[in-house]
């Protein structure tokens, strides 16, 4: 069955440091979602992507998070500087398009200390 | 915006027996998945339901769409059924709006 590819597992990183996560897709799929989700929460959008244009990144926190998809397949989420509150997980999503269902990556557990 | 609310927030069971979680949602939606977040914080998708009935195995859902709720079985449940069950749900021109979650924990 595809996966939705995400690296790395897990980021341990310091205030203040940068650091990217990356996401490949189910291959065909024009739609790419970022998610991030807190702690005994539920996931909240970062930023939606089709193709390789941004569709909604109203949630993204602009001074500091970044994200492209250049070739309109796989992605990269960068923070820079990191703070604190980063701490999360960071959720890559996929899908064929509008009303089919989305496909998860296995996440990015991101500690800033 | 659309309000998706879940309940029980939290459940506990014995290994074996039955449970309902519910989805409420305060619009009409095109989309409507059920997921189960395992301990290592991966996402699987149980059903994606906008209306109807589908079952697989000991999991079965349906969505009202017309009285906006969903609702997840699970029968004969087991230790790995452990975790947190999340509905979300789309509308035109948004993406996934995720509940809030209902934790579930299994005991043998």
């Known amino acids: 069955e595809a996966e939705v590819a995400q690296s790395p597992r897990y980021k341990i990183t ?8 990356w996401c490949d897709p189910i291959s065909g799929h024009a739609t790419l979602y970022w998610y991030r989700q807190i702690l005994g929460q539920g996931p909240e959008l970062l930023v939606q992507f089709q193709d390789e244009s941004v569709v909604d990144d109203s949630q993204l926190p602009k001074d500091r998070f970044s994200a492209e998809r250049l070739k309109g ?3 990269t989420l960068k923070i820079q500087p990191a703070e604190l509150g980063d701490s999360a997980m960071y959720l890559c999503a996929s899908s064929p398009g509008v009303s089919n269902g989305y496909t998860f990556g296995s996440g990015t557990r991101l500690t800033v200390v | ?6 309940s029980p927030p939290d459940l506990i ?9 519910r989805c409420n949602f305060s619009d009409s939606v095109n989309n409507l998945q059920w997921f189960h977040q395992n301990p290592w914080g991966q996402l699987i998708n149980l059903f994606y339901i906008p209306s ?16 906006r709720y969903s609702l997840l079985y699970i029968s004969s449940s087991q230790t790995t059924d452990s975790g947190v069950y999340f509905c979300a749900v789309e509308q035109a021109g ?6 809030k979650g209902t934790t579930l924990s299994v005991s043998s």
């Open chain 2, 13 to 21: 069971l014995q290994e074996g027996a039955n449970s309902t979680l």
């Open chain 2, 1 to 6: 915006g659309i309000q998706v609310e879940q």
């Open chain 2, 94 to 99: 948004t993406a996934l709006i995720f509940g």
């Open chain 2, 52 to 67: 109807g009935t589908k079952q697989n195995g000991r999991l079965s859902a349906t969505t009202v769409a017309t009285e």
């Open chain 1, 73 to 75: 397949v796989d992605s």
């Open chain 1, 14 to 21: 310091e205030k203040s440091q940068a650091v990217a996560f």
